[in-house]
């Protein structure tokens, strides 16, 4: 006989759960989008809030981002709204590719910056430009 511990059909939790073991999932799974705002041109990424952000870049304007918070094994999406000359710069945590380093598209238009991490201490960058 198999025993029913409870009903999952409507399971919230608050907090961290942690499983170990393979999990299967059948359905659709998503997060919370976090929009971030450009504060003495830095944009502030803490990690541990969620995997989907937004910013909107300012014209003719650097915007350092910096993220914290890097948890080992975690992807992250960054939509970047862009208009004409905007620049952004990074941490040397951030890692990009030698010789390719993202540049933000020169026209109006939406950037994907992926970050992805394996320690707490680096996240490695792909980013996908001008998205129509």
């Not at 919230?12 to 299967?24: L, R």
């Not at 910096?66 to 710069?89: H, K, R, Y």
């Amino acid at each position: 006989t198999t025993a029913s511990y409870f009903n999952t059909s409507n399971l919230a939790t608050t907090g961290s759960v942690a499983f170990t073991g393979n999990q299967i999932v059948t359905g659709s799974t998503r997060g919370n989008v976090t929009a971030l705002s450009i504060t003495s041109n830095t944009a502030s990424i803490d990690l541990s809030v969620g995997n989907f952000f937004t910013l909107q870049l300012v014209s003719g304007s650097n915007t350092y981002i910096n993220p914290s918070n890097i948890l080992p094994g975690q992807t992250s999406i960054l939509t970047l709204s862009t208009t004409g000359s905007a620049t952004v710069s990074w941490p040397s945590s951030v890692k990009q590719p030698s010789g390719s380093a993202y540049v933000p598209t020169t026209t109006t238009g939406v950037d994907i910056v992926t970050l992805a991490s394996v320690n707490t201490s680096s996240l490695y960058v792909v980013s996908v430009k001008n998205m129509i």
